[in-house]
């Protein structure tokens, strides 16, 4: 079936990948007051131009997002993502806008901290995102898994160098205040920085970005149409968490929607832009080495098992399953496989995943129900 449709097409669709501007700032530390943008309001491309094409549906050309493995339109289907850093504190709440994120990733930042990073697949008509934070280098090689285009507020020194080398938007560059970084005013600072689609596609315009997906790009395998992974085998997986010490989040499954519905600091995990609770079809819990910069201040998550094997869980439907990972460099993509050294199969759907320390893997927990993950916990 074909349908008449107007696409927006950026003049920066078609373009190569070339080297931001200067990015030798750092981040300043977290108890210093980040650089103030006063709020304004995001003004309408240049440039952008308007055609009436004729395209057909997602179903029709079978194209398929990156991120969830659901049908989307062709131009979707190729566009590269664009994942931004997102802080997770009781400061920081609420956070607006991540319940639009395909995929979210969390991993350990300073004392028992998380921060979390969502990936968009479409950002082109983004609600406010916010707060955006500083880099921590390992989020920029999570990020780079899925080839996408990484928005932060600042960066620790010991991402400066890599992320020379990266197709990113810094809120400390100041070539994109009011571009693509503002501020709300009527919360307090470092919380209160925030972007949205208009601002994400102004910036990637400013820096010339590619914004195209290479040809046959793959990050997860996911499950055929019709198709739903049950994990018939695996253990009951009523609640699950992750064990963070600090926001102590968990999942429950809702059976009634099929989904994982997310909590941390002792409730509901709310996106304060239209009161959603984050939920997910999938949750990968990705157990990782680290260890301490020598400043003894930031910790050096490792995102490759270069020639090792990593370990895991898997979990969808209510149900659990022990999981292996292999990553040969930092800047590469995981594979992941079941017990049997199966490459694993994940529903279609949204997907949370959990970077877990390798000396607190001992912590997570997979709960046959509710009743057992309370009295767990007490």
Known sequence: ????KKTILFASLCCLAFAGCGKGNEE????????????????SLEGEIVMDTETETAEDLGNRGLLTGEPVDEVVA??????????NTTDAMPQYGISNADVIY?????GGLTRIMPIFQDYRELPTIMSQRSCRHYFAYFSNEFDAIYVHYGQAIYATEMLK???DLNGLDGDLADVTFFRDNSRKSPHNAYINGDSIIAGIEKREYRTTLPDDFKHYTFAKDGEEVTLENGEDAAVVEPGFPVNKPWFEYD??????????????????GNGEQLAFKNIIFRVCDYKMEPDNKYLD????????????????????????????VENGKPHYFDADGNELVI????TFVCAVLNDSADKMGIYASKSDFEAARK
Request: proline share 3%; hydrophobic share 30%; aromatic share 6%.
């Open 106 to 110: 969390e991993a350990p930042a300073e």
């Open 301 to 328: 998550v490792k995102t490759a098992t270069y020639d090792q094997v990593g370990t895991g869980k898997y979990i969808t439907n209510g149900k659990a399953i022990d999981i292996t990972w292999t990553k040969s």
């Open 347 to 350: 529903n279609q759907g949204k």
């Open 1 to 4: 079936m074909r349908h008449r």
């Open 28 to 43: 300043a530390p977290e108890s210093t007051e980040e650089l103030l943008v006063m709020e304004t309001e995001s003004e």
């Open 78 to 87: 190729h566009l590269r993502p664009a994942s931004c850093m997102v802080g």
């Open 165 to 167: 080398s990266m197709d």
């Open 255 to 272: 059976e009634s929607t099929g989904l994982y519905k997310r909590f941390q600091y002792k409730g509901a995990h709310i996106d304060g």
